[in-house]
């Protein structure tokens, strides 16, 4: 009995131990960040006084102090699934028309910032699941409301 629960106990504390990292996966989709390509995957830590970009092998890519936020903007990439709905007609016609009926979201987040004069920006795109959760922490740590970017009306 003993060994067994030595077993559980030596599988379930490094379980624990992993679960316990605060960061979000995010795609970078362009900015003022130096030798980090578009479509490369990030993954962003939040705390108190700073936000952390972290690139492949741990390498850090940005720290931006949270005071020196300005804005954050989200915005979405709503289109058509067309290139699956043309593959899947190959096969059935009619559910390649019924794929041609479905739309994809992508979910893009932008910030700002003038640290002491030095000013940047950086859009990244964030999973659905994980985008409320970026938005929100975002919003908690700078004290700035996130501005929707498809609610903006733009006049010539």
């Not at 960061?23 to 705390?47: E, F, M, Q």
Request: charged share 20%; with cysteine; hydrophobic share 40%.
């Amino acid at each position: 009995m003993k060994r067994l629960l030595a077993v559980i106990l030596c599988i379930s504390i490094p379980a624990v131990g992993l679960a316990a990292d605060n960061g979000y996966n995010v795609t970078y989709d362009g900015g003022s960040i130096p030798d980090v390509k578009t479509g490369s995957p990030l993954r962003l830590h939040l705390n108190e006084s700073q936000i952390e970009l972290i690139g492949k092998g741990d390498a850090g890519v940005a720290m931006i102090p949270v005071g020196a936020v300005t804005e954050i903007s989200y915005g979405q990439d709503v289109h058509r699934r067309v290139g699956a709905a043309i593959g899947l007609a190959v096969v059935s016609f009619g559910i390649g028309a019924l794929m041609a009926l479905t739309k994809s979201k992508k979910h893009f987040i932008g910030l700002t910032w003038d640290d002491a004069g030095k000013k940047g920006g950086i859009a990244f795109q964030a999973s659905k699941n994980d985008y409320r959760g970026v938005l929100a922490g975002l919003e908690g740590v700078t004290g700035k409301k996130a501005i929707n970017s498809d609610t903006m009306t733009v006049k010539n």
